[in-house]
């Protein structure tokens, strides 16, 4: 999506606390083993209006009940508290009190009550919490969340990520600046369907719960949900929205003249951020970006698509610089949905290698220089109907599995 197609702009170093109202900070409790930042926090000085979307594993963590209940007594939320380095997943009853006392905390800590207050983690599955430096890391936390926090923020939600992913837009809503930003971390165990993934959203936008809680939902189909790195969906995924509404517009409905607007702002900072984890999969050497066209339904397209960039074996002919097709047609025709064999065009960037589901002669060399860049771009044209879709992933390589195979070590 170009900036340029909509009224809004890119801020220049913006954060989660670019939006009025907003706060962030970070710091190290001593979950993780080195110095970086381990535990961190958003606070709004107002209630905000919140949404949420959530992992559909079976086994979702602790924490996320713990925030689901806290959004569903109000849908407001105030502070949101998140470590890294224990997942606190797959721990019993335990687990459970263990995040409702984080959120304790966390409501003591910050002066609010105890349902405005959100709690998630990431990491390591199937250990309990080490409370007693979660709890005085919490106690801590507050005089480290500020209006310039937010880079200590996205440090403190990291894992295995080499890169913080954070982005602000501005734009304008019946005459008022609104800004909408976001953060996020993911690396390995990337296949949300709602990685380790979670995301941040915060905006100044005055808008209702309801109507936040449907945007985000949209767009979380259309960016979170479309990004695989290995094709596992984690037991921790979650995103979050929060909108202070101290921008002073009228509220936000999908009928008012700037939703369109606003929608489309939402939506790009989700897509950012949503390439981004893609981009920094574990041990990915490149973003692959696969775009589907003319499926018979949306439906298919996202199907289709993210089974073509969920595939080893594609992801693998990418990281060796293979212009085999087959494996990318192949992905076409598991994916679930019929399509007409007898149809199919398929792209590596501009270099056509199927016509008509018939193999097209092409320079190997070149196509060979086109993988090794770091942004491959596969185009599958079914031929069928009218609609499309794009999902984002990145190469399987060799140092995905050394890190995979000592991740608890």
């Known amino acids: 999506m170009s900036t340029a197609q909509h009224n809004f702009v890119v801020v220049p170093e913006g954060s989660v606390t670019t ?14 083993k080195t110095e970086r930042h381990d535990l961190g926090a958003i606070y709004c000085e107002v209630p905000a209006s919140a949404a949420g979307v959530y992992t559909l594993n079976q ?19 105030q502070a949101m508290l998140v470590n890294s380095g224990n997942a606190n997943a797959c721990t019993g009853q335990q687990g459970e009190d263990d995040a409702r006392a984080m959120r304790a905390a966390g409501a003591k800590a910050f002066g609010v009550a105890e349902h405005l207050v959100g709690v998630t983690s990431t990491g390591v599955i199937g250990e309990l919490l080490p409370m ?32 913080k992913k954070e982005l602000c837009v501005q734009l304008t809503v019946g005459g008022q600046t609104v800004h909408i930003a976001g953060a996020a971390k993911g690396s390995g165990m990337i296949h949300p369907n709602m990685a380790t993934m979670l995301g941040f959203m915060t905006t100044d936008a005055n808008i209702e719960s309801a109507h936040l809680q449907k945007l985000l939902n949209d767009i979380t189909d259309s960016t979170f949900n479309m990004i695989t790195v290995d094709g596992d969906t984690s037991t921790n995924d979650m995103v ?68 073509v960039i969920g595939s080893s074996l594609v992801k693998s002919a990418c990281f060796g610089a293979d212009a085999n097709w087959g494996r990318i047609i192949a992905a076409v025709g598991r994916a679930g949905y019929p399509v007409q064999t007898e149809t ?52 399987l390589t060799y140092d995905y599995v050394r890190i995979n195979a000592a991740y608890r070590t």
Request: charged residues 25%.
């Open 59 to 77: 086994f979702q963590a602790a924490p996320l009940r713990v925030t689901q209940e806290s959004i569903a007594q109000g849908g407001k939320l």
């Open 344 to 395: 199919v065009d398929i792209r590596l960037g501009d270099i056509p290698v199927l016509e008509q589901s018939r193999p097209v002669k092409f320079d190997e060399e070149r196509a060979a220089e086109y993988l090794k860049g770091e942004l491959v771009q596969i185009y599958v044209d079914l031929n069928m109907g009218d609609a499309s879709a794009t999902a984002w992933g990145c190469d």
């Open 132 to 163: 007693d430096k979660v709890l005085g890391g919490i106690e801590k936390l507050r005089a480290q969340v500020k209006a310039d926090g937010g880079d200590d923020f996205c440090q403190a939600i990291l894992t295995t990520d080499l890169v």
């Open 240 to 307: 979050v929205a929060m909108a202070s509404g101290l921008a002073g517009n009228d509220s936000l409905t999908p009928d008012h003249p700037d939703w369109a607007a606003f929608a489309a702002g939402f939506n790009y900072v989700g897509e950012y951020l949503a390439k981004a984890i893609a981009r920094d999969g574990e041990g990915a050497t490149k973003l692959i970006e696969v775009t589907v066209a003319h499926a018979e339904s949306r439906e298919a397209a996202r199907a289709i698509a993210k089974t």
């Open 19 to 32: 939006p009025k109202g907003f706060q962030a900070g970070g710091l190290h409790c001593g979950l993780k």
